[in-house]
């Protein structure tokens, strides 16, 4: 069988309507400024959802936007894959909270566990399954609702993370050029430690001790981190590139994980992409994890910046270590 199995018929996203500044945070009693943040990251503000706000919520409104986009009714989904680490239960999926939301009842539904790469890793999967002949219609999601996982006197994470749900349509590609050209993906778990959350699971579940530890939020190693994100970046370009047999020179758009512009910047100047083809929104939304890219790909189409015929390069980088990249002909 030959590329493209799979071509992205609907995208949509939703964010919380509360948005949080940089003068927000530090007001809170946070030892930041607005000044710093920006200068570091990129971020001006952030969406942040309200206690009794559900990550099924954001992902069913995404998801409606995505599947009215692309014509799709909520019978047609063969498989729905969200892209989470902070899922509204730990058990069961919060796949299966959106396929009840949504009424998609001939679906089969699962998460994929894999942070800020979680949407691209669904889409490799989903595109994987609609090549096996095991799906025809895939709704892919990334979501998070980070707030419910961040230490909020942690200054080097909490003026990071923020909430939202980006959905994508993948139809069975019929002929044309239109699709998935390419796809990579890459983990190495051995510095997991980096970026984690060391309590709450299995190995050290829950107790009322863990809450003075702070051990149930996100731990990160921010200077660390940082160096391999730069470093994951730059192969996953390279290798979706070469694997769709193309050069920089071929890509429209570079829409990448919106974790730090400044990882944004060395990612596009290792690709060798201008800015002006770069997509960036980590500004206005902060650090979505697995909701980033497909909030930033929906963005992009909402704002007229990516086109039908486009060639877009997506680069994604996240806990686990885990990182990859795809080339889509829009
Ligand atoms: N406000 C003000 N000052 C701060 C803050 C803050 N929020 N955080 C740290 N500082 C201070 C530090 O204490 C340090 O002060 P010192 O020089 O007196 O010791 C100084 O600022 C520099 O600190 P660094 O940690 O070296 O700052 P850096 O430039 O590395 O920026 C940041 C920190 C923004 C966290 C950066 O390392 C980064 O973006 N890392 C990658 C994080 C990331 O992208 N994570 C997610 C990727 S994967 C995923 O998305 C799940």
Not at 121 to 134: C, E, L, N, R, T
Not at 245 to 268: F, G, Y
Request: proline share 3%; with cysteine; charged share 20%.
């Amino acid at each position: 069988m030959k590329r493209p199995y799979s071509y992205i018929a609907g995208t949509g996203h939703a964010v919380p309507a509360k948005v949080v500044t940089n003068d927000d945070i530090a007001a809170m009693g946070v030892e930041t400024n607005d000044a710093w943040i920006q200068e570091r990251t990129g971020i001006r503000q952030r969406h942040i959802a309200e206690p009794g706000e559900s990550l099924s919520s954001l992902c069913a409104k995404a998801s409606l936007q995505a599947m009215a986009r692309a014509g799709v009714q909520p019978g047609e989904i063969d498989t729905i894959i969200v892209g989470t680490a902070s899922p509204d239960h730990l058990l069961p999926s919060q796949a299966v909270e959106v396929q009840t939301a949504l009424g998609c009842s001939r679906a089969a539904a699962f998460d994929v566990a894999s942070a800020c790469s979680g949407w691209l890793y669904g889409a490799i999967v989903g595109d994987s399954m609609i090549a096996s002949g095991a799906a025809d219609t895939v709704l892919v999601i990334g979501a998070e609702k980070l707030s419910a996982i961040v230490d909020w006197t942690d200054r080097n994470t909490c003026i990071l993370f923020a909430d939202g749900a980006g959905a994508t349509v993948l139809r069975r590609a019929r002929g044309g050029q239109k699709g998935i050209m390419s796809t990579f993906m890459r983990s190495d778990g051995a510095l997991a430690e980096l970026l984690w959350r060391p309590a709450g699971g299995a190995a050290e579940p829950f107790t009322p001790e863990t809450h003075g530890t702070k051990r149930q939020f996100i731990h990160m190693a921010g200077r660390e981190v940082f160096k391999h994100a730069v470093r994951s970046m730059a192969e996953a370009t390279d290798r979706a590139l070469d694997m769709a047999r193309i050069t920089a020179a071929d890509v429209d758009l570079l829409i990448p994980h919106q974790a730090n512009v400044r990882i944004i910047e060395a990612t596009a100047k290792h690709a060798g992409i201008s800015m002006d083809k770069v997509f960036v929104n980590v500004d206005r939304f902060g650090n979505t994890s697995a909701a980033s890219i497909p909030i930033a790909l929906n963005d992009a189409v909402e704002q007229g910046v990516l086109k039908e015929g486009m060639t877009v390069l997506f680069a994604a980088f996240g806990a686990g270590f885990t990182w990859g990249s795809l080339v889509v002909r829009y």
